[in-house]
């Protein structure tokens, strides 16, 4: 009979609630639980009662103290005393100093055909045994492991973490832990899983005794032996985590970092599992390891450094060192460039560049080097470029894009290098790194020191101080300043106990933002007398001390004794009212700031209101942009005189939009106000899906290109869902009073995906091209070279040189966006092509490029810029694949080249498309990077040679576009607010 088969019998035979009864006839148990404790009285009764109330019953709990000095055996032997049949109590001769020694004690004592480990501060889900006995049963296998859930048991809301939960989305048996090399590399713990206790014996799988992270070892053994392991998706361990040091009752092993010997000991499992992985073979699961190391394992105790003295730093780099040695460098590939970064340094035992790259680590937008630049490339530090090749190759930072960013855009480390106390006043200096020099040194340079409150999702006062003295001193930037916190700083008290600091750079107008990293030396000593508006009991000083994130920050510090009465207090009747309330208001103000708040605002407040005659919100790409059609009637509009109000929404920043219209924030509340109440909605893309678009309210859709790829109902993942979906997207829709169309083949493809009626088309072409129209009357009217508009001039071209523009469409993986990276080497491009021609790469609004400095001058990003259209009225030719900026351009009659590189994923594996564009391509079509610069070699052949199929193209896909169409759409809908 199977252990299945026994426990159906057994439950019908199931002992009561309080765990005696028929189960107590001798009857052997399907599971064993190993409840291991040290110094945990209080929590192992809840661990033990997780188990006994498992719907499986046919469950023992072998409890095994490891020497504890405190209650928790007495509390064991209770436990076993008034449940003699389901539980036993054990205790080991002298305490063994970790998990492992108690674990393989319960293993011995098992009596069940399946065992499971359990800590005594966490406790298993209640269905957790019988669903891991099914699992096992059902698929023969030695190992079943299901998900894990980390609880934040002192967190108000009880936060639940996930571990690694796309391991557990569904059910699947592997025959061998290489099929998925995940579940060796993350899921490492020895808790969420169920083993089969004969084959625990058999492979004489036991802990590691007398050295910390036993688990890592112990899974590793166990995942390579087993012959089948079986991964569930139901919770089946809650590792109830107690992140308050007051409340915890002692550091986990994890969490002693300042131990070298913690370091040393995590260092020495790791060299077990690997040669366990190298005697049978498995070199990609090292890799895949070694991967995990560096952007995981080694980072927990990186961020350490900072805090650490001389001596530990030595020690640590010793044991690192040797251990990196065995990495395999092709990982370094695969972490994040400043751990990779990091893990080089310390190999190197480079401090002067390696504690500054932890900062980075630890503050991942910080940049924490001066940087150089070396041969068109940005290096973290010019150190081991020069000799050492792999070195030059982990260094090299160009893709990280820093050398891009204006001042304003960038988050600069700035090192506390003084910190002083007199008579109430602090003292400081540091300095700002300037990285590649971009803070030049005629600079006009302005700084303030700004303290503020440390408290999420509540605003409480700041308060500001000068700084005296800020120069340049090449790489970096240093600062000087007093500030009076005594007399300026005044605290409300128990509410902002604790103080941030931070230091405004104004950089000729631009600013940057900095925090004062104060890592090195420890804490600066000291504290200021301070009174909190409250009373002087709740602090009577102020004193410093650094984050975890290594910034200076201040905390209020009472009186023992008055601090011991302030705490009473705080748990009186009236003062729990208080903090209710407090947290009734704040739940309250989330709530009105939510998106469903807004919503039921939008539709039961401000649809309410009265319409503002010649109201007219524009939006371009989701609020991203001030460009393309929305743009060109807006403009008209003005061109024309109307007297009409007019309303732009963005996202992110109002940079570059319109001065002489107001300008709202998408999603706010002044934005839906303004949607309910506006006579027109001006927009290419859409409004947020869930507006209702109130009658009287006209909507102009523009739309944002012609089709190539299948749109709206075409697409294949829109024709599987439900009818609900489908009906829901087609109320959104069915908003649009008109949708401008270019030619007819719009209305054999977006116009039918989108399920419009004819009404609703408006064949006047796109305003945006009015403008591509007119640059092509104006060449054909004046003969010899063109002449360029003033963007050209803006972008540094000269008049010797042709222009060419690569715009292709939007790119993702996954769901995601990512940085775009070109599908051609930019610097082959420059050495190729720099002497003849500038390249121009806009990639899509949704994703960004790095270029690297090397290429300045012969190729330059223009994503930034809000509008396209100028783009492509200055270029001589246009490279893309399946934008519809290639309807746009073919206006101009200019060569095009499309660089089809993933032609068939694209039109077989995404949506599909509309027309072959091999076929119907008004210019050459090219698979690799040889093939573009090929046909790229004379702009004037393509001319020719392309010239009927440009004019086709124009005829099939372009018969709207006359030039007017702004005019147009301004006449039939906006011409009677003519001034008079």
Known sequence: ????????????????????????????????????????????????????????????????DDRSTDGSYRAAQRLAAAHPDRVRAFRLPENSGGCGAPRNHGIRQARGDYVLFLDSDDVLERNACRNMLEAAETTGADLVSGLCVRVHVDSRTRKEVKWYPWLYERTRTLESVSELPDLLVFDTLSTNKCYRRQFLLDEGLEFPVGIHYEDLLFSARAYVAARRITLIPNRVYDWR????????????????????????????????????????????????????????????????????????????AEIARAYLESIDRAAFDEAEP???????????????????????????????????????????????????????????????????????????????????????????AGRITNPLGVIPPGARLFAQLEFYARRKGVRFQTFRFPVAEVRHEGETIAWEASAPLAKGLRPIGVVDAVWDVRLHLDVDGARTTTRLTATGSGPPAGGLAVRPRLTRLVADRMEPEVSARGHLSFRLVPDKKAHE?????????????????????????????????????????????????????????????????????????????????????????????????????????????????????????????????????????????????????????????????????????????????????????????????????????????????????????????????????????????????????????????????????????????????????????????VLPPSVRGSVIDV????????????????????????FDYSLLDRPMFFFAYDYEEYVHEDRGTYFDLLERAPGPVVRTEDELYAVLGSLADQRVKYAAPRERFVADFSEFDRGNAAQSVVDQFFAHWRRT
Request: charge should be positive; include cysteine; aromatic fraction near 8%.
């Open 1 to 64: 009979m199977s252990t299945l088969d026994r426990v159906k019998v057994d439950q019908r035979c199931a002992p009561d609630a309080s765990g005696t009864g028929p189960a107590g006839t001798g009857a052997v148990p399907a599971v064993s639980v190993v409840v291991i404790v040290y110094n945990d009285e209080n929590r192992l009764p809840t661990a033990v009662r997780s188990v006994l109330d498992q719907t499986l019953r046919s469950v023992e709990v072998v409890i095994v």
């Open 241 to 316: 985590i107690v992140d308050r040091p007051d409340v915890a009752a002692a550091r986990s092993i994890s969490n002693r970092r300042d131990e070298i010997a913690n370091f040393a000991h995590r260092m020495e499992i790791h060299r077990r599992v690997d040669r366990l992985l190298a005697r049978h073979g498995l070199l990609e699961l090292k890799f895949a390891k070694d991967v995990k190391w560096l952007k995981h394992d080694l980072v927990l105790h990186l961020r350490e450094l900072p805090f650490r003295d001389e001596a530990y730093r030595r020690e640590f």
């Open 338 to 428: 400043i751990q990779a970064i990091c893990a080089y340094l310390l190999h190197e035992s480079d401090w002067d560049n390696l504690l500054p790259a932890v900062d980075t680590l630890t503050n991942r937008d910080k940049i924490s080097s001066p940087l150089v630049e070396r041969a068109g490339r940005v290096y973290w530090c010019a150190r081991h470029i020069e000799d050492d090749p792999f070195g030059r190759h982990v260094l090299d930072v160009t893709d990280l894009g820093h050398h891009t960013k204006p001042v304003g855009k960038m988050f600069l480390r700035n090192a506390l290098t003084r910190y002083e106390e007199h008579a109430g006043t602090v003292r400081l």
């Open 565 to 849: 009465l302030v705490r009473r207090g705080m748990q009186g009747k009236a003062a729990r009212r208080v903090k209710s309330g407090y947290r009734k208001a704040r739940a309250r103000r989330r709530d009105l700031t939510s998106g469903r708040s807004k919503l039921r605002v939008y539709h039961e407040v401000f649809s309410r209101l009265p319409h503002r005659r010649g109201l007219v919100v524009f939006e371009s790409h989701l609020g991203r942009q001030y460009s393309d059609s929305p743009k060109a009637i807006y403009e008209e509009m003005r061109r024309q005189g109307l007297k009409f109000e007019a309303v732009w929404a963005y996202a992110g920043s109002p940079d570059g939009f319109p001065a002489d219209a107001t300008l709202v924030r998408r999603w706010s509340l002044p934005y839906l106000r303004a949607l309910a109440q506006a006579e027109f909605w001006v927009d290419n893309q859409s409004y947020p899906l869930k507006l209702t678009k109130r009658p009287g309210t006209t909507y102009l859709q523009t739309w944002h290109g012609s089709a190539l790829k299948r749109m709206g109902f075409d697409e294949p993942g829109w024709k599987v869902r439900s009818r609900a979906a489908q009906a829901a997207q087609q109320r959104t829709l069915d908003r649009f009073d008109r949708f401008l169309i270019r030619s007819e083949h719009d209305v054999r493809t977006l116009a039918r995906a989108f399920r419009l009626q004819e009404r609703t088309l408006l064949r006047v072409g796109y305003p945006r091209n009015d403008a591509l129209v007119r640059a092509r009357e104006r060449a054909e009217t004046f003969s010899g070279r063109r002449e360029r508009a003033v963007l050209a001039a803006e972008l540094g071209i000269s008049a010797d040189k042709e222009v060419l523009l690569y715009a292709p469409t939007f790119r993702q993986r996954g769901g995601k966006r990512k940085r775009f990276e070109l599908p051609f080497d930019a610097e082959r491009f420059a050495d190729t092509f720099g002497d003849r021609y500038v390249l121009l790469v806009r990639s899509h609004y949704l994703n960004h490029v």
């Open 863 to 886: 994503t930034a810029h809000h509008d396209v259209t100028p783009l492509l009225a200055l270029a001589d030719g246009l490279i893309t694949d399946y934008s519809s900026v290639m």
